[in-house]
């Protein structure tokens, strides 16, 4: 059973950069792919991006560049930097597994989420 | 991109009435399709992939159907634990991307 749990500032002032770590733990981290997504308040789903842990990444073209997800294979931990934030970036932000094998391309685990608000 | 669109955008259903909620992709997305459970303040919880694939330990009573550009997720004997927001979300191609929600009301 994958078990992740985000972590790093629930507060980000303006045209800061939003930082936040998944730790993973009860899986390999060479199983999946590993991916953050986001939920402003009220609203759906947005998938930001993922990584393997070769280092491959793919990204929401809808960040414009502002995005960049990182591995640290022995920590066990995968990243999401997401720079020049601005009110609209304020969400849940959540890491998940991406299940990839057969029929399976799904996100099968999640990790509790963590609100991150931006202002001043 | 995909867009997902899913009706209703809301319902409500007595216990044991069966509930069907559909999920358009703008354009195919072949099987590659998943379903996840919302409750408030949760994470979102995958039910089905791959169209049809129950994911372990989902209850029996989830389904899921279709192909292509058109599918449902039907729950075919509610409980009042199936209140929530579910989701449609494509995997066939990158940008990964999520319907709007269907928020269900089991009374």
């Known amino acids: 059973q994958v078990r992740l749990q985000e972590s790093g500032p629930g507060l980000v002032k303006p045209s800061e950069t939003l930082s936040l770590t998944c730790t993973v733990s009860g899986a390999a981290i060479n199983s999946y792919f590993w991916s953050w997504m986001r939920q402003p308040p009220g609203k759906g789903l947005e998938w930001l991006g993922y990584?393997?842990?070769?280092?491959?990444?793919n990204y929401n073209p809808s960040l414009k560049s502002r995005v960049t997800i990182s591995i640290d294979t022995s920590e066990r931990q995968f990243s999401l930097n997401l720079n020049s934030v601005t009110a609209a970036d304020t969400a849940v932000y959540y890491c998940?597994?991406?299940?990839?094998?057969?029929?399976?391309?799904?996100?099968?685990?999640w990790g509790p989420g963590t609100m991150v608000t931006v202002s001043s | 991109d995909i867009q997902m669109t899913q009706s209703p955008s809301s319902l409500s259903a007595s216990i044991g009435d069966r509930v069907t909620i559909t999920c358009r992709a703008s354009q195919s997305v072949s099987v590659h399709l998943s379903w996840y459970q919302q409750t408030t303040g949760k994470p979102p919880k995958l039910l089905i992939y791959g169209t049809s694939s129950l994911q372990s330990g989902v209850p029996s009573r989830f389904s899921g159907s279709g192909s292509g550009t058109d599918f449902t997720l039907t729950i075919s004997s509610p409980e009042p634990e199936d209140s929530a927001t579910y989701y449609c979300?494509?995997?066939?191609?990158?940008?990964?991307?999520f319907g709007q929600g269907t928020k269900v009301e089991i009374k």
């Open positions: 990584i393997y842990y070769s280092g491959s990444t």
């Open positions: 998940a597994s991406l299940g990839m094998t057969g029929i399976m391309r799904a996100f099968d685990s």
């Open positions: 979300q494509q995997s066939y191609s990158t940008p990964y991307t």
